[in-house]
């Protein structure tokens, strides 16, 4: 290049450099790190002895014990159902694909208290099959079920969302190779396709679960908020917050955004883990 | 034959336990509510518990729903499976019979005083020292001053506090409606924020700190003194306000279906009980028995109260004036 010293391809000298990671630097300290900071101390400021009595309350264990239950359910169901869908729409073409795809954003233009409303309206004793599940003594909205519901319909979106323009992107010709070279459907799924996308996935299945563990519109909806029984920690951070429990609703705050902080540092974990013995999977998609 | 003896151990106790088990039911009934009576009923349910175990040798566990008073109904309609409710107006229980018949249509007379075993009022809560010298329901409309109520579409205490200032203004204007509606039209351009529930706006106010005046429940009002510090907030007490009387039924739809009737039944009578009462003044309801009233935490002031029924003729004509879509709150409020 024949670009004066330290100024790059693209003609940012350093004083721009200096700019744009300022700029950035400075959004994340007020956007980020100054309410999180802000959470855990106020979740200490009563000492850790009030901290760990808000955490291990039993309505707060409860809460914890059912916002898991949710993700465990939902995750894997819209990594399978992300997976199908952006498969059919990258690899196939057909009728109706344009709607499809528009369906699957449906949870994200729509606001979540509408999905909620939505589950009301069919599940709800006034609603489209209210009366035959009366008749059968079984609880939909209001109960675990209904809160499963509403959490796998706004979080759909996120695996398949992932996974579409990657897959569009690869295109078929690795899957035709492996095809001719004798696999079969589900060797070549999980021998070429999957090591292709396999980042998208896991940041997919990582947006899909946080939304998860912390959806609050449509979960407050269909939730009925009974103490201890169909709160979610989200719900449950707001039941304390006007019961005027400020240390133990920000303490169960703090739980939540460390459950966000987990599954971060598993993903940095299996992208390290990945860095240091890459072979297998490169491979796999090079020599195809 | 260590593990044996364990075993041997093991079964005698359970034998031991057995009849107990057979005759004790563990039994949980849920309980519906309006946002300000988080902390009365959690006292009420630990009261009732010990008694009816004393009574029956069963566990009863109280579970507690709380949120604005029409959302709560509406959820127990949709389907919430309530098997009491304690609502802040009669209306909202109801139209537990209007949509689904959950409950039959004289509800109320089931239970001593309208089924409404306490009461309350409608006063104002300001910041420490009254900065806006806000002394009656006249200050609140003056231009500038921030005031903070719920929505009454969704919350009970913001029904009354609209009906109280409507009152009011008749009051000061020879019962002209007109002028009444006039009134609360300037009263609600002044309010920033409506919330669901009357929780909701106490937060808002005291706790993020919005707001001149919060009109609320007077039980709210000393709470949030007892909460947050006597040396924040002034209650101030208007000239006249409305007697507030929440009301509380089972819902037998569900009792039938659950078989809980009796212990719900129980509950609610339970309410009446000169013990229940002192529990009620102490978290600043207006107990239905004068002897509780030495239990209270605060002495509640006197002021003119009028009901909803010689002012309004009853829930269910304000609710259709006022509160349905189409009601006299539509024609006001446009955000």
């Known amino acids: 290049m024949s670009a004066p010293r330290r100024r790059n391809s693209i003609g940012a000298g350093p004083g721009m450099r200096a700019a744009l990671i300022g700029v950035s630097l400075l959004f994340m300290a007020v956007f980020l790190v100054l309410p999180l900071l802000s959470v855990f101390t106020e979740a200490l400021r009563g000492g850790f002895g009030k901290y760990f009595a808000a955490i291990l309350d039993a309505d707060a264990i409860a809460a914890l014990r059912l916002t898991l239950l949710v993700a465990l359910i939902a995750v894997p169901l819209n ?9 059919a729409i990258a690899k196939f073409d057909f009728w109706g694909k344009s709607l499809l795809i528009t369906l699957i954003d449906l949870p994200f233009s729509v606001s979540p208290v509408i999905s909620g409303l939505i589950y009301v309206l069919l599940f709800g004793a006034q609603g489209l099959l209210g009366p035959w599940l009366q008749a ?9 079920p209904g809160i499963v519901l509403a959490t796998v319909f706004v979080t759909f979106p996120f695996v398949a969302r992932e996974l579409i323009p990657l897959m569009q992107e690869q295109g078929t010709e690795a899957e035709e190779a492996a095809r001719s070279l004798g696999a079969n459907g589900w060797q070549m799924f999980t021998r070429v396709t999957l090591p292709n996308i396999k ?19 449509a979960v407050s909806v269909v939730s009925g908020h009974i103490r201890g029984l169909t709160t979610t920690m989200p719900l449950h951070v707001e039941i304390l917050y006007n019961e005027y429990n400020f240390i133990a609703a920000f303490a169960v705050a703090s739980l939540l955004a460390f459950l966000a902080l987990v599954t971060l540092v598993v993903k940095s974990a299996l992208e390290w883990g990945d860095r240091q013995n890459p072979d297998e999977v490169r491979v796999a998609g090079a020599t195809l | 034959m260590k593990t044996k003896s364990i075993l041997a151990a093991l079964a005698i106790a359970a034998m031991a336990a057995l009849p107990q088990a057979a005759s004790a039911k563990d039994i949980s009934l849920l309980n519906v509510s309006y946002d300000p009576t988080r902390e009365l009923y959690k006292e009420i349910n630990v009261a009732f ?34 098997d009491v409710v304690t609502l802040a107006l009669a209306y909202d229980v109801d139209s537990l019979y209007d949509n689904g018949k959950l409950i039959p249509l004289e509800w109320q007379k089931r239970l001593p005083q309208n089924a409404a075993p306490y009461t309350s009022t409608i006063v104002f809560l300001v910041r420490k020292g009254n900065p806006w010298k806000i002394k009656d329901w006249d200050d609140l409309v003056k231009p500038g001053i921030s005031v903070i109520t719920p929505n009454p579409k969704t919350s ?24 009444a509606k006039d009134f609360v039209k300037k009263l609600f351009k002044n309010v920033p924020v409506l919330d669901t529930g009357a929780r909701g706006s106490t937060t808002t106010f005291a706790q993020r700190g919005l707001g001149d005046v919060l009109i609320a429940w007077e039980n709210e009002a000393y709470l949030s003194l007892a909460e947050f510090g006597a040396d924040k907030f002034d209650v101030i007490v208007p000239t006249e306000s409305i007697l507030a009387e929440p009301t509380v039924s089972i819902v037998d739809k569900v009792v039938d279906s659950k078989g809980t009737r009796q212990v719900a039944e129980a509950y609610l009578n339970f ?14 309801y207006r107990p239905r028995d004068a002897a509780a009233s030495s239990a209270a935490t605060v002495k509640l002031p006197e002021l003119t109260l009028f009901t909803i029924d010689e002012q ?8 259709k004036t006022h509160f349905d879509d189409g009601g006299t709150f539509d024609d006001i409020y446009k955000p």
């Open chain 1, 79 to 87: 990594m399978v159902f992300g997976v199908a869908a952006s498969w």
């Open chain 2, 156 to 179: 009970g205490g913001a029904r009354w506090n609209y009906l109280a200032a409507w009152a009011y203004a008749l009051h000061k204007n020879n019962n002209d409606d007109a002028k």
């Open chain 2, 312 to 319: 309004f003729g009853g829930w269910r004509k304000a609710q």
């Open chain 1, 199 to 217: 980042w998208g996935l896991l940041y997919g299945v990582l947006l899909c679960n946080a939304r998860a563990m912390g959806e609050f519109g």
């Open chain 2, 49 to 82: 518990a010990k008694q009816w175990k004393d009574k029956t040798g069963d566990t009863v566990t109280i579970q507690q729903s709380h949120g604005g008073s029409g959302k709560q109904a509406r959820s127990v309609i949709d389907g919430l499976k309530a």
């Open chain 2, 271 to 284: 309410l009446y009980t000169p013990e229940a009462q002192k529990i009620i003044a102490k978290n600043f």
């Open chain 1, 136 to 144: 059968h003594d079984i609880q939909v909205i209001f109960a675990v």
